[in-house]
């Protein structure tokens, strides 16, 4: 009994005190992290919020360059048409012309002909 209240003054009472002190110290590091819980959750949420929003602004962004692209594709396209269109008309005046030439003098050779032959039957 003896050796056991020597012990337990000297030996086991300054662990036992360290061992109290030291669960103490955790006991109370895992109350401050549970306390943190609702802060860290805070920081969470506010993070989701502006991950949204960043998302919903890149994708307007993106919607109106979208917008904007069609558009100008669709200018040039029918600028491009126009011009095609205005390419083609003027090779059919063109065209329509040189026939019209090419009309006229087969009429007018046909006409040279036609009187080459007459005067030499005359002729004979």
Known sequence: ????FILDKTMFGPVG???DDR???IRSQLAAV???TE???KLIAEKDQIIGDARAAVGRDVAALKTEMDA???AEAARAKADVD???ADAMSTIDAE???SKAQVESQGQAIADQIVAKVVEV
């Open 34 to 36: 549970g306390g943190n």
């Open 39 to 41: 802060e860290v959750d």
């Open 23 to 25: 669960d103490e110290l």
């Open 86 to 88: 205005r390419q083609i």
């Open 1 to 4: 009994m003896t050796l056991m």
């Open 17 to 19: 005190k360290a061992l």
């Open 99 to 101: 026939r019209e030439s």
């Open 72 to 74: 100008k594709i669709a």
